[in-house]
């Protein structure tokens, strides 16, 4: 089960198309407040993260995620438009870093890696 | 000789009727004596009308250019030609009408009617009963010793003038320079070598809201709350006199007294002139709290824009990935073609919004190098490969190698490949061939990409790598924002390389630029 959380409407779609289209079961979340909640109920197999969201921000979830010992080794790919995303991603604790506009089959491999 | 006897013996005959042998003996060794005297003397008979020249001696003929008959019965003043308005002659006319010696300088004509200055010592002749009978004139040729006198006079007016207008100048000057310093828009102050504040403009004066008396005469260091009380500053204060090495752009961030918290960037100088400003420090501080806060939204606005361009950008490229993965076995080549078209321009637009971002980014200097070992010919190999996919007709040619590692950062120089070969391409619509080169130069690399496009001609080739910059010609036949060349000039400066171009209107360009294999040198600006 993958997590995705972003707020652009868009990119949810998209990664829901994309990934479905593969076979992983999703679970979309625009609204980075609700994170918590989903991973108390079951702990997702990898998360795919923005940072620029509003409220909580995507290293904020992060290091959310770092600092619970259920979640602190949980795989998850960062994703953002943002210049000096790669740096916040990977101090924060991120597993991989990706650009926007990343190539899906770049996701998918990364995808592939922490799921087979 | 005959002459002057004859006319000795009139004068004593007539003048003072004398009788005897002995006395007109003694009269002709008087005559012969004034004869050999160099100055000029005449007598004049004031018993006369007119007061006529009744003896004139050898010298005076000599001296005026006339001879004895031009001369006697005539009166002095026909030596004066029409020069009669001279001071010297109201002097001289004076002293006759009161029976007075004189003693005067005064201007006369030669009989060839060149000027001589004569000096005349006039002296009345009395009778026993105290009648004025005779004047005697003694004179000399002083018209060199005039002519020196004069130039001498006119040399010093002219310097009083010189001096004059000097000081008048100075005095504009002065004025202008202090109506500079009044109308900038920069504070300024002048320094002694003590750093004693000497002057104050106004500008300075409004921005710390503070009066010339609390500032004239203080220490820098005391004015205000201290502001300016920083070790380096004073540091680089004091080179400046010893070395004239200015302090350039030093920005101090403080909380000022009356006017808070400000940032202000100082510059300052050694005053290079002689005299009264000789070691004194011009100090210029400029009130750029607001500019950067303008630059600093700018780059906010920026880096949100591109990030919002981005985010939908990002799920079409999803979307057209999606589509290459769904369509069908069959799918026309037409298709193909389109989904390929959209995933080029997608990526064109995406660079767009990054060159954007990245002249922002030079302009307020914060374009981080990364600095990273490397495989060199790899990442030029790879580079060129992903190129080959959207070079259409073109054939990409990669010679030559470096062979080894480089300390750089990688995804700039990638950037800066991909752009000129994207550029050799673009603006070689005619031809098939663009070369890459890669060689070793010392302790750099040198990359070359030749194209045989449109040329640039030399006028161009200055200022291709300007901000902004496009060539008029290309202007409406190429798309572009004319940023691409100056963001890699930047790059390839940041990492201690330089970039050039050499072309030729209508045969092609090369664009090359090389890289220090160890990186930047250290201490390098």
Redesign the interface.
């Given at each position: 089960m993958i997590l995705i959380c972003d707020d652009?409407p868009?990119?949810l779609?998209?990664?829901e198309?994309?990934l479905e289209?593969t076979g992983y079961e999703i679970i979309p979340e625009a609204n980075s407040l609700n994170v918590r909640a989903i991973v108390n109920k079951q702990v997702p197999d990898l998360v795919i993260l923005d940072l620029?969201m509003p409220v909580l921000s995507g290293d904020q979830v992060l290091k959310m995620f770092r600092e619970n010992p259920i979640t602190k080794d949980l795989p998850v790919i960062v994703?953002s438009?943002?210049?000096d995303g790669n740096d916040i991603a990977l101090k924060a604790g991120a597993t991989h870093f990706l650009a926007?506009?990343?190539?899906?089959?770049k996701l998918l491999e990364l995808v592939e890696g922490h799921l087979n | 000789m005959y002459l002057k006897k004859y006319k000795l013996a009139n004068y004593n005959q007539d003048g003072f009727s004398l009788n005897g042998d002995t006395l007109k003996q003694d009269f002709d060794v008087l005559s012969q004596a004034l004869d050999s005297s160099v100055s000029g003397i005449i007598i004049t008979d004031n018993t006369q009308p007119d007061n006529p020249i009744i003896y004139c001696n050898t010298a005076f003929e000599i001296i005026t250019g006339y001879s004895r008959t031009d001369i006697i019965g005539h009166n002095c003043r026909f030596l004066q030609q029409a020069d009669r308005s001279q001071p010297a002659r109201s002097q001289l006319a004076e002293a006759i009408a009161n029976g007075k010696e004189c003693r005067v300088e005064i201007r006369n004509y030669r009989k060839n009617g060149d000027l001589f200055w004569n000096e005349l010592y006039m002296s009345p002749v009395k009778s026993a009963e105290g009648k004025i009978t005779h004047f005697i004139g003694v004179q000399n040729d002083v018209t060199k010793r005039k002519k020196a006198e004069l130039e001498l006079l006119d040399q010093q007016n002219q310097m009083e003038q010189k001096i004059l207008d000097r000081t008048r100048e100075l005095r504009e000057s002065e004025s202008f320079l202090s109506s500079i310093i009044q109308t900038v828009r920069e504070g300024l102050l002048v320094l002694d070598p003590d750093f004693r504040i000497l002057s104050a403009n106004d500008h300075f004066l409004r921005t710390f809201k503070v009066s010339s008396q609390e500032t004239k005469g203080k220490l820098l260091y005391e004015l205000g709350n201290g502001q300016w009380d920083i070790q380096r500053l004073r540091e680089m204060l004091i080179k400046i006199l010893p070395t004239s090495n200015p302090v350039v752009d030093f920005e101090v961030e403080h909380d000022f007294p009356h006017i808070g918290r400000k940032l202000m960037l100082l510059n300052a100088y050694r005053i290079e002139l002689e005299g009264q400003y000789k070691d004194q420090i011009l100090l210029a501080i400029e009130d750029i709290t607001e500019r950067r806060e303008i630059e600093r939204r700018k780059d906010d606005f920026l880096?949100i824009a591109?990030?919002e361009l981005?985010?939908?950008?990002?799920?079409?490229?999803?979307?057209v990935?999606?589509l290459e993965?769904?369509k069908p076995k069959n799918a026309s080549e037409k298709f193909e073609q389109t989904l390929a078209k959209i995933a080029k321009y997608?990526d064109r637009l995406?660079n767009l919004i990054a060159e954007l971002?990245d002249v922002s980014?030079i302009q307020s200097g914060n374009m981080e190098l990364h600095h990273d070992e490397f495989d060199f010919d790899k990442m030029v190999a790879e580079t060129i490969d992903n190129l080959r996919s959207s070079a259409g007709l073109h054939e990409l040619k990669l010679e030559g190698k470096l062979g080894r590692n480089i300390l750089g950062d990688e995804s700039q120089i990638i950037q800066v490949i991909n752009n000129l070969v994207s550029n050799a391409i673009k603006y070689a619509p005619g031809s098939t061939q663009v070369g890459v080169y890669v060689s070793r130069v010392g302790e750099f690399v040198k990359v070359s990409v030749t194209d045989q496009g449109l040329g640039i001609s030399l006028e161009d080739q200055k200022k291709v790598f300007e901000r902004f910059f496009r060539s008029g010609d290309i202007q409406r036949r190429f798309p572009g924002m004319g940023i691409g060349l100056y963001i890699c000039q930047q790059i390839v400066k940041n990492h201690g390389g330089t970039i050039w171009v050499i072309s030729e209107k209508g045969k092609g360009s090369t664009f090359s630029f090389t890289l220090p294999i160890e990186g930047r040198l250290q201490g390098e600006a």
């Open positions: 652009d868009g990119i779609e998209m990664l198309l994309v289209d620029w994703i438009a943002s210049t926007k506009p990343f190539d899906v089959e | 880096s591109s990030h981005k985010t939908p950008l990002t799920t079409i490229k999803g979307f990935q999606m993965k769904i997608i995406n971002l980014k």
